[in-house]
């Protein structure tokens, strides 16, 4: 008897996102029925530009984050693991003693491209 009202007490506080039959159903949004439109943050922020705003207004596109304190973290761009090492030959990040030898054995257009696409201003020199 014990055991039949823990199985049922289990049964009871099962979470809804282990449900086997759950659907998830959407709410109209209003009396003609329609369902929910998703915007993409892009969508947002291009119909908040065409509304006449007020300047003293909060919203997406007037928010400006202040800079950080802390430093950017440097990730290998060789596999995209954190860094903590720089090549100072090719200036190039790097994680590992593997990566460091194919840092180097590396051309030096190859070196370039991987430096432009960081967006180091020193290309190789």
Same mark, same amino acid.
């Given at each position: 008897?014990?055991? #039949?009202?823990?199985? #049922? ?13 759950? %659907? %998830?159903?959407? /709410?109209?949004? @209003? ?7 998703? /915007? ?6 291009? %119909? ?7 300047? #003293?207004?909060?919203?997406?596109? @007037? ?20 860094? /903590? =090492? $720089?090549?100072? %030959? ?11 030898? $194919?840092?180097? @054995? ?7 491209? =991987? ?11």
């Amino acid at each position: 008897m014990v055991n #039949e009202e823990i199985v #049922e007490f289990n049964k009871k506080s099962q979470p809804i996102f282990k449900n086997p039959i759950f %659907q %998830q159903k959407f /709410r109209s949004t @209003s009396t003609t029925g329609k369902k929910r439109t998703w /915007r993409s943050l892009k969508q947002v922020l291009a %119909q908040e530009r065409t509304l006449p705003w007020l300047p #003293e207004v909060v919203h997406y596109s @007037s928010i400006n984050a202040p800079p950080s304190f802390r430093p950017a973290k440097k990730y290998s761009d060789i596999s995209g693991l954190p860094s /903590r =090492y $720089t090549d100072p %030959q090719t200036k190039l990040y790097y994680a590992t003693a593997e990566e460091f030898a $194919t840092v180097r @054995s590396l051309p030096m257009d190859i070196t370039a491209g =991987y430096l432009a696409l960081r967006g180091a201003s020193s290309i190789v020199g």
